[in-house]
């Protein structure tokens, strides 16, 4: 267990933090420890050694140069699985204060290149418990996407010239996190659905979906209730889920 984070207001989030040097990714941890650990146990590692992003990515850093960090929520409605992942992107536009934008579902963007990708994972025994996971690039430069051979990849440092430790940067996803996961627990989804469109740069936009085994084409229109993502094609209206598609518009459809 390491010492509290500095600038840290949370009630429950990140009150249990275990800062790891290496770890073969922060989800995996937590989900083999879920059940031992308290509400709100938050992992980060400077290294990981086997990250993962959505449809099996991997994601690699230089020790430090990123926030590798996941945290745990216990007893989660059923319901508010497909919401997670869109609460947990709005605590990073929302935390991070520099002018974040999101992809539908939960690509976190800056100025168009992709910050943070996110990760939810649930374990079920009486009650369901989640694990959510945030890879944050902070001190990457734009030579070192290129090298790596990611061209729409961007760090706080790359834009915006902020120098952002990773543990400060934890402290304000999580305080963004506990005040977003509590009003989403009294008001629901639609309370804060107005504020996830208004970052959502997907909506408005051209989008190539990957739907029912097909391509099609058409126009991101809305976000609805449960988190899915409306979109206006040729074909008639069509209700695209994570996990079920996948959407383009953005980096020329890469």
């Not at 009486?126 to 030579?143: K, P």
């Not at 989403?184 to 990957?210: A, D, I, N, Q």
Request: contains cysteine.
């Amino acid at each position: 267990m390491a010492a509290q984070l500095e600038g840290l207001t949370t009630a429950h989030l990140g009150r249990t933090w275990i800062a790891l040097s290496s770890v073969d990714s922060t989800n995996n941890y937590l989900k083999e420890q879920a059940f031992s650990l308290p509400h709100g146990t938050l992992v980060t590692a400077r290294e990981q050694t086997k990250g993962r992003g959505r449809r099996g990515n991997t994601w690699s850093f230089r020790p430090g140069s990123a926030l590798a960090m996941s945290v745990l929520l216990h007893n989660i409605p059923q319901q508010s699985l497909t919401h997670l992942p869109l609460l947990c992107g709005l605590a990073l536009t929302r935390g991070l204060s520099c002018g974040c934008t999101l992809k539908w579902s939960n690509d976190v963007l800056l100025n168009g290149r992709k910050l943070c990708g996110i990760l939810c994972e649930s374990r079920i025994r009486e009650t369901i418990s989640a694990v959510c996971g945030f890879g944050i690039n902070l001190t990457q430069t734009r030579e070192d996407f290129q090298a790596a051979g990611l061209p729409y990849a961007a760090s706080i440092l790359s834009e915006t010239g902020e120098n952002l430790t990773p543990e400060a940067a934890a402290a304000q996803v999580l305080n963004a996190l506990e005040a977003i996961w509590g009003q989403y627990c009294r008001e629901g989804f639609e309370s804060l659905r107005e504020e996830y469109c208004r970052v959502c740069v997907t909506l408005g936009r051209p989008v190539r979906v990957l739907y029912e085994g097909s391509t099609v084409e058409g126009t991101a229109v809305d976000i609805a209730g449960d988190g899915s993502l409306l979109c206006r094609t040729p074909q008639g209206d069509i209700t695209v889920r994570a996990g079920e598609a996948s959407v383009r518009g953005l980096y020329g459809y890469v």
